[in-house]
């Protein structure tokens, strides 16, 4: 009984914690931290934290907050659209903390999310970007998996070949090293372009564009005939 007592008193002092949290009123920016760590509705919040953008309440602070509340829920994408979008109504001093928020998304699984979109071109320069920031054998496995998918397989070797040379932070991990030998093999099973190959698709491509281009000139030489035989005729008739 004691303990219940106690435990009770230990949740009313968290929660008047949080609630010291939350800004008094009822303005856009109130009402969402009142959902966010009162009523725990992540999602309301997020519309919540818009409206305060929109209005101008606590700009700084809203789009913080609303971006790190769409990374805890796996929308990544959008925070970072969103940091880009509204980040010049906010002032000089939040810039470096957004700045740190992008490196931190990006970092995230953003490029994963990019990933199941087929948007194998964003995810590459995520993963780019994220390798410059901090880099590490999973983004390294995750670029050379991109890169396998655009038909890069030389970029893709040389980036896993370094997973596998332990050039990366985390690169003694054995689910890494795993990870690179089996996209390795994957792409080893991709079907070899020959060079004789290759000349040829240049050779077709070169002469479907001498075809177009010929076509386009058909019309004028076959309405300019016409008008040489007359000539001729004409000259013809003259020397009889």
């Known amino acids: 009984m004691e303990a219940e007592k106690r435990r009770g008193g230990g949740e009313k002092e968290d929660m008047s914690h949080v609630i010291h949290k939350v800004p008094a009123g009822d303005s856009p920016y109130g009402r969402a931290k009142h959902l966010q760590l009162v009523e725990k509705d992540p999602e309301m919040a997020i519309v919540w934290f818009w409206k305060a953008i929109n209005a101008g309440d606590r700009v700084d602070s809203a789009l913080k907050d609303m971006a790190v ?3 805890q829920q796996d929308r990544a994408e959008e925070a970072v659209e969103a ?3 509204f980040r010049h109504l906010c002032s000089k001093q939040a810039q470096v903390s957004l700045d740190n928020l992008l490196i931190d998304l990006y970092k995230g699984n953003l490029g994963w999310a990019y990933m199941q979109q087929n948007n194998y071109d964003a995810a590459e320069v995520v993963y780019r970007k994220a390798q410059m ?3 590490d ?7 050379g998996l991109c890169l396998i998918k655009k038909g890069r397989f030389d970029e893709a070797r040389a980036v896993l070949e370094e997973v596998l040379h332990r050039r990366y932070p985390s690169s003694d991990d054995g689910k890494m090293i795993s990870r690179a ?4 093999r994957e792409i080893e099973l991709q079907p070899a372009v020959s060079p004789l190959e290759v000349g040829l698709s240049i050779k ?4 479907e564009r001498l075809d177009l281009v010929m076509n386009e000139w058909a019309p004028f030489r076959s309405k300019r005939l016409p008008i040489f035989e007359e000539i001729s005729t004409w000259r013809d008739h003259i020397a009889c």
């Open 69 to 71: 509340g769409m990374k």
């Open 83 to 85: 940091i880009k979008s």
């Open 133 to 135: 920031i901090e880099p």
């Open 137 to 143: 054998a999973n983004k390294a496995c995750n670029l």
């Open 181 to 184: 030998e089996q996209l390795l």
């Open 204 to 207: 077709e491509e070169i002469m």
